[in-house]
Antibody
Framework: QVQLQESGPGLVKPSGTLSLTCTVS?????????WTWVRQPPGKGLEWIGE???????NYNPSLESRVTMSVDRSMNLFSLILTSVTAADTAVYFC??????????????WGPGTLVTVSS | DIQMTQSPSSLSASVGDRVTISCRAS??????LAWYQQKPGKVPQLLIY???TLQSGVPSRFSGSGSGTDFTLTISNLQPEDVATYYC?????????FGQGTKVDIK
């Protein structure tokens, strides 16, 4: 059973860079999944940030694409999110999740517990 | 990009009621539609995928229907533990957009 765990600083300064990792256990990051980031501002809905495959192929939310970079570390079995030039609007709980692509796709069946990132000076 | 629109944004119903939530895609997505339940302070949980297939362990009072652009989540016999916000999501291709959510509570 795959388990996901987010980690990273809980506080980032405005105009700074948000950096999070999601460690995958119970399965290999080289399995055929899209490794995904989703965020949820306090009291608001879910926003898909983007996804990355173990080959490095990625897709990003067009509204965030200019500030987002995702990467995979196969040796550490984790994937990462970098979001630059953050503002208070980027304050949110950040979740990592996985999705199997293609005909076996079922949506996001495994999620991490989420980590709150606050943008404040 | 395809937009996902849910209605209503919130509803209040009595225990035992039948509740329906609608989700509309701005373009056809075949049946690549998932529903999630998120209880306050918790992680979203996958309820239904492929528009109508119940995820393992989900109570049978939950059901989904639809294809193309119009989809429905139905909770028959609403229970107190169903108080949550429900989200639809298209997952056929990126961006894998969520609806804005429907908050369900008990009268």
């Amino acid at each position: 059973q795959v388990q996901l765990q987010e980690s990273g600083p809980g506080l980032v300064k405005p105009s700074g860079t948000l950096s999070l990792t999601c460690t995958v256990s119970g399965g290999s990051i080289t399995n055929s999944h899209w490794w995904t980031w989703v965020r949820q501002p306090p009291g608001k809905g879910l926003e898909w940030i983007g996804e990355i495959y173990h080959t490095g192929s990625s897709n990003y939310n067009p509204s965030l694409e200019s500030r987002v970079t995702m990467s995979v570390d196969r040796s550490m079995n984790l994937f990462s999110l970098i979001l630059t030039s953050v503002t208070a609007a980027d304050t949110a709980v950040y979740f990592c999740a996985k999705m199997t692509p293609g005909r076996a796709a079922v949506g996001f069946d495994y999620w991490g517990p989420g980590t709150l990132v606050t943008v404040s000076s | 990009d395809i937009q996902m629109t849910q209605s209503p944004s919130s509803l209040s119903a009595s225990v035992g009621d039948r509740v329906t939530i609608s989700c509309r895609a701005s373009q056809g997505i075949n049946n690549y539609l998932a529903w999630y339940q998120q209880k306050p302070g918790k992680v979203p949980q996958l309820l239904i995928y492929a528009a109508s297939t119940l995820q393992s362990g989900v109570p049978s009072r939950f059901s989904g229907s639809g294809s193309g652009t119009d989809f429905t989540l139905t909770i028959s016999n609403l229970q107190p533990e169903d108080v949550a916000t429900y989200y639809c999501q298209k997952y056929n291709s990126a961006p894998r957009t969520f609806g804005q959510g429907t908050k369900v509570d008990i009268k």
